[in-house]
Every structure is written in structure tokens, then in C-alpha cells.
């Protein structure tokens, strides 16, 4: 009984050993994570650290590609009457009314936009409309536009325009959020593409344009060219053609609609 009871005291023992150096194993661990979260957060608190990120992060507006300066000079040699002001608030009117097209169900909403951009819209709606679900853009506000991207392929130009924008956006599915939030902002980005068809048969845009002069016949090299470099005559310039709205992305989530 002796023995029994040195045992059990021997034990007991090591278990209490056990136990202070788990304890002390956790108040270290408790005072590194303090402290890393002081050092990386400025709280006490991981989680009250992650939250506060995700609160500026939700009121931070995203930075846009701004190549405005660079790209408008190349676009107005090319295109004389190019006015970027005038664009810059059709492509801001297309999105803001594309987001409200697809809350509201309604594809009729949609301003500004060519027939593709109804499409991914229309599409958009129809899959939402599928899966039981309304998806919702609300206080929409858009804090800058910018030019991005200007390019020539074959037969087209296209300037790719890209926007910061804020708003609040979730799904819901019987009053129930399936997705995103009612309290907290969202703030993103879109691209949209600008573009300029020729309506004639379609022509490699290098510096020539596969037009020549109605006089002398000498080729004009410069799209929206007005006169003639070789005989002096004034031409029809080629920018007579429309500009349209085109493939409407969210860049952070790479997700065209």
C-alpha cells in the first residue's frame, strides 16, 4: 500500500509537471500571438485585427491602370475628334446601368452598351433567374475611370477603359444572403472595351488603313487622316464610324458577364 500510494503521488506529480509546462507552453504562445498582432495590426486581437483590415479594405477604393496621359496623345493621332471626357461618361453610364439592369431583372436598363454587353447581361440574369437566386447592386458609386489599354487588330481598335467602383453587392435566395454582404462595401474593379469596326471589309491596322485618295490615288495612311499628304486634297476622314461598348469585366475576380 506504501509502494501504491508513492506511485500514485510519483504520478500525480508528473501529471502536474505535464500541466505547468502545457500551461507555460500557452502563455507564450498567447504573449507571441499579442504580439505579433500589436506589431502587424496595432491590437491586442488577431481576430479584432483581420476584421479591421477587412473594414479598410471595404472602404479603400481599388487603383486603376491610368494610362490616360500616354495612351490619349496615340489615340487622338489616329482619331482627330477623339474626345475622351465624352467616353469616359458613356462607359461610366454603361456599367453603373448594367449593375442595375441585373438587379432589377430588367436588360431594358442598359445604356450606352452594344449588343454584346446586353448579351453577357441578358445572360447574367437568365443564370441568376435559374439558380432561384437576385443578385443585387446597390449605392453604386464610381470613384475613377481611366484608359487602360489602347491596341489595334484586324479591322478594329479598341481601347480598354477600366473603372474603381464601390457598392454593395449580394445574393439572396428566399430573403435569405447566399452570398456578399447588406452591411459592408465592396470595392472592385471593371474593364470595358472600346471599340471602333470598320463597316468595310476587314483591314489590318498597322499605320495604313487600306483607304486611298478619291484624286491621286495615293494610300491614307492615318486613321481619321483629312488631307491628302501627296496631292493636298481634303478627303473624307475614316473615324465616320461608331465607337461601341463592348465585354464588360470584373478584373479582380477575372469574371466576364
Not at 431594358?108 to 435559374?130: F, G
Not at 437576385?134 to 487602360?148: G, K, P, V, W
Request: charged residues 25%; glycine residues 6%; hydrophobic residues 40%.
Amino acid at each position: 500500500m506504501i509502494m501504491l500510494n508513492i506511485g500514485v503521488v510519483v504520478g500525480l506529480g508528473v501529471l502536474a509537471s505535464i500541466f505547468a509546462v502545457a500551461g507555460v507552453g500557452t502563455l507564450v504562445i498567447r504573449q507571441r500571438l499579442r504580439q505579433f498582432s500589436r506589431k502587424v495590426f496595432g491590437t491586442d486581437s488577431i481576430v479584432d485585427g483581420i476584421n479591421r483590415q477587412v473594414d479598410l479594405a471595404a472602404e479603400t477604393p481599388k487603383s486603376v491602370s491610368s494610362m490616360t496621359r500616354l495612351m490619349e496623345p496615340q489615340i487622338m493621332r489616329d482619331f482627330p475628334d477623339f474626345v475622351w471626357e465624352e467616353f469616359e461618361h458613356k462607359a461610366e453610364n454603361m456599367l453603373t446601368s448594367a449593375l442595375i439592369a441585373i438587379s432589377s431583372e430588367n436588360v431594358d436598363q442598359l445604356v450606352e452598351a452594344s449588343e454584346d454587353v446586353r448579351n453577357q447581361v441578358a445572360n447574367r440574369i437568365a443564370e441568376n433567374q435559374e439558380s432561384g437566386v437576385r443578385e443585387i447592386y446597390r449605392d453604386i458609386h464610381i470613384h475613377q475611370t481611366e484608359i487602360a489599354n489602347y491596341r489595334k487588330e484586324q479591322g478594329k481598335c479598341i481601347i480598354t477603359i477600366q473603372s474603381a467602383v464601390e457598392y454593395y453587392h449580394y445574393k439572396v435566395e428566399q430573403d435569405r444572403v447566399t452570398e456578399g454582404s447588406r452591411e459592408r462595401k465592396r470595392q472592385t474593379k471593371y474593364n470595358m472595351e472600346l471599340m471602333y469596326i470598320q463597316n468595310s471589309e476587314v483591314v489590318e491596322f498597322d499605320n495604313a488603313v487600306g483607304t486611298t485618295c478619291p484624286n491621286c490615288g495615293a494610300p491614307i495612311r492615318k486613321i481619321g487622316q483629312m488631307v491628302c499628304e501627296f496631292c493636298g486634297l481634303a478627303v473624307t476622314p475614316i473615324n465616320i464610324k461608331v465607337w461601341s461598348l463592348h465585354k464588360l469585366t470584373e478584373v479582380d475576380y477575372n469574371h466576364v458577364m
